[in-house]
Every structure is written in structure tokens, then in C-alpha cells.
């Protein structure tokens, strides 16, 4: 079973930590996230302990899930963000989280959201390419204020994971390259608003060995060197996140291993360490849980036709990704080969293919590792209103997110009159 020791059967019944799916189903209804807050907090203290005495910055990715409560919990443990809108560091602000641990990344930040970033007195800013940072310079200029700034290098590492989460390759629209990179370091001078504070680089998400970020972090290193003998004073060192998870049959590093490996990569210079964990945080700590409404037998395929959709989920439309799909309760029904599929009128409108499962209408499945980039990436097609988000402590479970209903999806509609 994925994930973390708190998704266990009792007595042939599946529960979070200590309360049963089939008690949060017959509370909160389905579909419906649930996560658990015990395995949450062990995956930030793993990360926080793998560091032992290394200056460092745990920056969690806000895009693989940002409900506010985890958010808070993170916060609580003393994790910093990275975010990529002014959305997400309004999110941050509204959990408690500190601006002064918050990285802005991504390619096509606004003027309103630089604007928003400055006011906050953020961390740093991950910039993109030379155009955003002369628009950054002259916001920040007109607001009588010094932006901090990391430039983002694409080190044109291939990170063997899925090409749509590759971000490392010089023909990805992420980063600068490293000779450009370089260069606009040293032209630091031309920007009487930025104070270049970093250097930073993420290769994609979803990583299953260590190599690729051993790659980055040396040429990271190298360009380094070079900055540090024109004399610049670089301030933090940011190698970006994209650990993976097991979904299925993968077998990526161990958070440990793989902050061992930073670590030993990095040991000569004395940089504070930043990493932007996202999925490795949040993936295996939540679940997506659906009841089925039928069984239908045709002559080609089975279908178990669930609540959840594409729109609830979609991992695996998009990425053709897989998670594992268990039942709530464990029957003696006959085993047989199913498609998982929701009531979305796509044919692309899978949670899972060819599970061979037994069955019976209104059993209750469990989509795994589903904390990440599930609810972050739902959406409202079909009028479909948004799941609830349930967080399991211990014993009790709590609403985190009320589910959506059809008059808050057209509240904002107009009629012609």
C-alpha cells in the first residue's frame, strides 16, 4: 500500500489514523480528500531532521496542495513556501506562514503580483528571464524598494520523469541559461533596485533517482565559483524539489537519502541550503475517496462508475498517471477486471484502468497518494461542484473545505437583460 502507516486495514476495513473512510463518507459525503495530519507532519520532520546542523530552508511548493490548514500545520512546524502567484502568497499570509521564508517562483509573474511580493517583504524572488527581472527592477524602483533576487538557471539536465513536470532542459520555458545566467550576474550593477541575495534551479518534479539532482547541483556549483570570484556575495544556495513518491511500482530515494545527498554534494561551500518539496510532502499524506453509483457488464469491459471524475482528479487523464485503487472495506465479492471511470462526458474520464477488483454497487474505493496535485488541480467542468477536503487528527476528523455547491458555481454569472 502507498504511503505512510497511517492508511491501514482494521478488521478488513481501511482507515486514516484512527477513524474509519467509511465513517468520513457518512459524514462528509463523496468525493471527498482526506489527509492525514500525523503523516504530514512526520514527512516535514523527516526532511527538517535529514539536515541535521546544515543551514537550511524547507520551501514548500504551495501548487501541490494549498488548502489552508495544511498550510497552517507547515507553518506551525516552521516550513517556508514557495509560490508561483499572488493567489498562493495571499494563501500563505491568511495561514500564518512567513513572507521572510517565501520564494517566488515562476515564469510570467505580474506587475500587480511583484507589487503584492514587495509589500510583503518576501524572502526572494526566483526570476525567470532578463525582461522579468527589468520589470521587477523598475516596480521595485517606483516603490522605493530593493528586490531580492535569485535568477532561476535551467541547467539542462534531463530528470528522466514525465515531460510535462520536466522543467530542466534548455528547451523547457523554466530558468536562464547558465552562460546567461552568469552574465547578468555580473552586470548586477545595471540594477539599482535588485540585490542579487541567490542562485537557484529546479529540474522537474516527480524524480526517481538521485543522479539528475546530483547533476544540477554540481553545475550549480560551477557557476557558483564563478559568481564568488567576480566577488559577488551569494547568499542562499536553492536546488529546487521534485523528489517522487511511490504510486505504484517506483522506488525513489528516501528523503533521507536524498538530503543526504544535497548535503554531501554541497558540503564545501557555506550557502544556506533551500529545497522546495512539494508531492514528497504531501503525496502519500491524502486520499481521494469515492463510492461507486454503478456496475455495468459489457461484452469488451467492466466499469465501475464512481463520483469522482476528471475534474476531481486529474493526474490521470492528464499524465495517463496511476494510483493505486483500494476498496473501504475488503469483500468476498468475484474478482474481476475493471475501469475505474467518473460520470464526466470524456472518454479521458478515468481514475484507473484495468484493476482487477472485487466489487459490488454503493462499496466505497480509495484513490492513494492523491494529496498532491489533486485538489490543487480540480476544476469545475461539467457544473461539477468541488470536493469536500476532511483532515484527520488522530481520532477526529475536521472539514477543511466545505464542499462547493451549484449556487456558489453561477453566483458570479450574469444574464443579458
Known sequence: MSGFREFTYQNNELFVESVSLTEIADRFGTPCYVYSRSALAKAYREFDSSFAKRDHLICYA???????????????????????????????????????????????????????????????????????????????????????????????????????????????????????????????????HIRFTGLDCHIGSQLTELEPFMQASNK?????????????????????????????????????????????????????????????????????LTRIEYLKHTPARNFAIVDAAMNDLMRPSLYNAYHEILPVIRNNEAIRNYQIVGPVCETGDFLGHDRRIGLAD???????????????????YNTRPRAAEVMVDKSAAHIIRQRENIDQLIATEHILS
Open 62 to 192: 504551495v501548487k501541490a496542495n494549498s488548502n489552508i490548514a495544511i498550510l497552517n500545520l507547515l507553518a506551525q512546524l516552521g516550513s517556508g513556501f514557495d509560490i508561483v502567484s499572488g493567489g498562493e502568497l495571499l494563501r500563505v499570509i491568511k495561514a500564518g506562514g512567513d513572507p521572510q521564508k517565501t520564494v517566488f517562483s515562476g515564469v510570467g509573474k505580474s506587475k500587480n503580483e511583484m507589487r503584492m511580493a514587495l509589500d510583503a517583504n518576501i524572502l526572494c524572488f526566483n526570476v525567470e528571464s532578463e525582461a522579468e527581472l527589468i520589470t521587477l527592477n523598475q516596480i521595485a524602483k517606483d516603490m522605493g524598494k530593493i528586490a531580492p533576487v535569485s535568477l532561476r538557471v535551467n541547467p539542462d539536465v534531463d530528470a528522466k520523469t514525465h515531460p510535462y513536470i520536466s522543467t530542466g532542459l534548455k528547451e523547457n520555458k523554466f530558468g536562464i541559461p547558465a552562460d546567461e545566467a552568469e552574465r547578468i550576474y555580473k552586470s548586477a550593477h545595471l540594477y539599482s
Open 362 to 380: 454503493g462499496d466505497l474505493l480509495a484513490i492513494m497518494s492523491a494529496g498532491a496535485y489533486g485538489m490543487s488541480m480540480s476544476s469545475n
Open 220 to 288: 550549480m556549483l560551477s557557476l557558483l565559483d564563478k559568481l564568488q570570484l567576480q566577488g559577488l556575495e551569494i547568499e542562499h544556495l536553492d536546488l529546487g524539489g521534485g523528489l517522487g513518491i511511490r504510486y505504484a511500482n517506483e522506488t525513489p530515494p528516501s528523503i533521507k537519502d536524498y538530503v543526504f545527498t544535497l548535503c554531501a554534494s554541497t558540503h564545501q561551500v557555506k550557502q544556506r541550503l533551500l529545497i522546495e518539496p512539494g508531492r514528497s510532502l504531501v503525496g502519500n499524506s491524502g486520499i481521494l
